[in-house]
């Protein structure tokens, strides 16, 4: 057995309640049930999906306050009134600042933009940023990615008598600020789709203020709506799907740079963004100001571009780098204890840029919600950022504890906080009270959502071009991810650290690769017949020119037991065995006497001592072979392992040496009554020269004819009886466990792994086997 490291939830077509309306279509079936997953149940809605239209956007004009603010824009640039962008530091605020500077250049605007430093005026407008502005002689202030939540400096603005604009997607609260104009899908009820980006509501600003569809800036809206891991749904699939086309030929010199430092060649794809060029953009704001990512986006001086952007992709490997040192300073401070439910870990000196991503790796890592706080001693506070698990309403329980705080935001998974230190250890003690009364050990997994179970008969290069019509994926449109189940034929390590797997799956003659990235230490634990289940997701592995399908394993289970064979070893390192199950038991053979060198922890008890278990046993070693096979079948069949490890060693093997026969016996014995007395240290080599029978063979005949009293022995004399009583051979004990130690080593040494696992079998279905037969009266 191997337990999968996550909750595989699959889903089904019928908990879609939905079915598919139309008679005849050209999709396979696995495409129609992955749309039907997606809400979509005719041909004209999958049309629509597998195919976006610019068409189908809708018309900013039905964006609330869209009409006063495009006017108020247009009369500050005839009267050449000085305009400010008021933007955010991460990927989604900086493209948007970038797209909104674009539109006002080209209408010939005079304006600047501003972007609030993370570290000395935090996230959003401010009084003294606003104050600023005003003193510089700037008339109108619009905000972008930002601004909802600003209802006190709506009103500074307004004491000051400039004019704000607030577009912004984030959740509107109760009060909204009182500004000029507030362009917000959520507070817009003529405007259908709710789900845009702060690039996206930006875009659609920027489409009124100029009259016409702004092409030219779907290259920045797509880098936005990916990388806020909004909804890729509506319009945000029309603009992502768009976007990409025209990031992939772009000729913005800075996102030209950009893309040749993450080595983008050819298509570019949303996976592109949110793992390279997001992340870059994000580095900045994380550790200084973030105008240098809004200058890289907006120069048309390729040879500025390759600057800004070598400073870009140095902030980003500095952001690696501490990110990685944090992560390690936190599993340092011995702060994780394995029986709380949360991770709460606070330090001064921690750059709170970039504690949202330790804390994710905390989460990704220890399967429970995380707090990484950076303590700040001249106020006395703890700030910081706070991920969880799927089954955890992280925002709910801290608002609870609102008491606690001086500052928190956020959403059911991720969370924002200032707090007074003295109150970290009560808010790690509460949030572990409620996880706890909430929450079941198998909660903490972290969850695979699976679209389906397939055959290898199913998977086929043409599929898995179908599925990539369902791209671009993102959040409400995961990539698909499959489940196959299926018994491989070869399981190998990769890499230099064997850090990954390959999987090489065969049914009826179909072929599969599977690769697991980071999984090569599961590689023990995979036995030779395994039927193992993965789930993944499906792709295509060119190499040479060669495509074949592969799927790359996200997590794998082997939901049956297994047996490891290590027969043969002298030493078996159980160590590397350890880490899957809690209860290990080592069975051993007192009569060998062989010294085994086992972990402290490990339970080592003897093939009598458990006959008498009355306990499961997850794993089960067996060290040495048992003198009675039968006493290791009810061992077997009582505590129902999960695993065994027949880790057997044999010296002098029974079954290998000749066992005499009846003749070998009558000639050893016609040489003793001839004789009637023989001395061993001189006699017994002639007869072993004589036979060509090994020393061992001869022993064990004269032991048994001692035993059965034909011959006394004494000092090494063999002194005949001249009247001893009739006695078959077999009566011989000695010649008994000969036997028997023969036939143990027969099936359990010398077997064919497929004969051991055959036997192994038996035993644990011997009781099962036993009782149907008294159902049935037998």
């Known amino acids: 057995m191997l337990r999968s490291k996550s909750k595989w939830k699959f889903v089904s077509s019928e908990e879609c309640q939905g079915q598919w309306k139309d008679n005849s279509t050209e999709l396979s079936p696995v495409i129609k049930e992955l749309l039907i997953q997606r809400g979509i149940q005719s041909n004209e809605e999958a049309q629509e999906f597998l195919l976006p239209s610019i068409d189908k956007l809708i018309d900013p004009s039905n964006l609330a306050s869209m009409d006063s603010a495009t006017k108020r824009v247009h009369q500050a640039i005839k009267a050449k009134e000085k305009i400010l962008v008021f933007g955010d530091y991460d990927a989604d605020g900086v493209s948007s600042t970038t797209i909104l500077i674009k539109t006002l250049q080209e209408l010939g605007a005079d304006c600047d933009f501003y972007i609030p430093n993370r570290f000395t005026e935090g996230y959003g407008p401010n009084e003294s940023a606003f104050k600023k502005a005003f003193a510089d002689g700037f008339k109108l202030i619009i905000t972008v990615d930002t601004g909802i939540a600003s209802v006190h400096e709506a009103e500074v603005a307004k004491e000051l008598g400039l004019d704000l604009i607030i577009t912004d997607h984030h959740e509107p609260q109760d009060v909204l600020p009182d500004a000029y104009a507030i362009i917000h899908p959520k507070c817009s009820p003529d405007y259908p789709f709710k789900e845009l980006a702060g690039a996206g509501v930006a875009f659609k600003f920027a489409q009124s203020l100029l009259g016409y569809f702004p092409e030219q800036f ?4 797509v880098i936005g709506t990916v990388a806020d891991l909004v909804p890729l749904v509506g319009e945000n699939r029309i603009l992502v799907y768009f976007g990409l086309k025209k ?59 390759n600057e800004l952007v070598e400073m870009v992709g140095q902030l980003n490997q500095e952001r690696q780098q501490i990110v990685a040192s944090i992560v390690k300073e936190v599993e340092q401070l011995e702060n994780i204890d394995a029986s709380k439910g949360v991770i709460v870990v606070a330090k001064k000196g921690w750059n709170e840029g970039v504690l949202g991503i330790v804390a994710s790796r905390l989460v990704r890592k220890y399967d429970r919600p995380a ?40 959403h059911a998974q991720a969370a924002g906080m200032t707090l007074p230190v003295e109150n970290v250890a009560l808010l790690e003690k509460e949030l572990d009270t409620i996880i706890k009364q909430e929450l079941t050990s198998e909660d903490f997994k972290q969850e695979v ?108 289970e082997i939901g049956h037991w297994q047996l490891f064979d290590h027969r043969g070893k002298k030493q078996v390192d159980i160590r590397d065995f350890l880490n899957q199950f809690d209860n290990h038991t080592v069975l051993y053979n007192e009569k060998f006497n062989t010294v085994h060198n086992f972990p402290d922890e490990i339970r080592q008890i003897t093939y009598q001592e458990a006959v008498a278990l009355d306990e499961k ?48 016996f009558k000639w050893l014995y016609s040489v003793i009554w001839k004789k009637q007395v023989l001395d061993s240290r001189k006699d017994l080599n002639p007869i072993i020269n004589a036979k060509k029978w090994h020393k061992d063979a001869v022993i064990f005949m004269l032991n048994v004819f001692s035993e059965l009293e034909f011959v006394n022995i004494n000092n090494g004399l063999i002194q005949l009886n001249k009247s001893p009583q009739k006695k078959d051979l077999q009566e011989a004990s000695v010649y008994q466990e000969r036997l028997k130690q023969t036939e143990i080593e027969k099936i359990l040494y010398y077997a064919t792994y497929e004969e051991l696992l055959r036997w192994f079998q038996d035993c644990m279905g011997q009781m099962e086997n036993l009782k149907e037969e008294m159902k049935h009266g037998l």
């Open 218 to 221: 779907l290259d920045l809206v």
């Open 247 to 305: 990031l992939s030929v772009t000729t913005k010199q800075g996102l030209i740079a950009l893309k040749k430092q993450c080595n983008i060649e050819g298509k570019t794809t949303e996976e592109d963004i949110g793992f390279l060029i997001g992340p870059r953009l994000n580095a900045v704001g994380r550790l200084q100001d973030a105008d240098l990512a809004v200058h890289l986006l907006l120069t048309e001086d390729p040879e500025e571009a």
């Open 617 to 664: 046993v997850d794993v089960l070693y067996l060290y040495d072979l048992p003198s009675d096979l039968e006493e290791l079948r009810l061992i077997i069949n009582k505590v129902k392992p999960v695993n065994i490890h027949a880790c057997f060693y044999v010296e002098n093997s029974a079954y290998l040496s000749a066992f005499p026969s009846r003749e070998d």
């Open 371 to 410: 707090i990484v706080l950076s303590i700040n001693e001249e106020n006395g506070t703890a700030k910081g950022s706070a991920r969880s698990i799927p089954a955890f309403d992280l925002f709910q329980s801290c608002m609870n504890l609102k008491d606690l705080f001086t500052h928190f935001g956020g």
């Open 449 to 556: 959502l699976v679209s389906k179970t397939l055959q290898l008969s199913d998977i086929s290069e043409g599929l898995i071009n179908e599925i990539g019509k369902l791209a671009p994926f993102g959040m409400a449109n995961p990539k698909p991810k499959f489940h196959i189940k299926c018994n491989p034929y070869e399981v190998r390590q990769l890499g230099n650290m064997k850090k990954h797997l390959k999987l090489m799956f065969n049914e009826n003659g179909i072929s599969l690769e599977g690769i697991a990235f980071g999984m090569g230490d599961l590689y023990s634990y995979i036995s030779p017949k395994a039927l193992v289940s993965v789930v993944g997701e499906l792709g295509i592995n060119e190499w040479n020119g060669i495509r074949k399908p592969q799927i790359v394993v996200e997590d794998m």
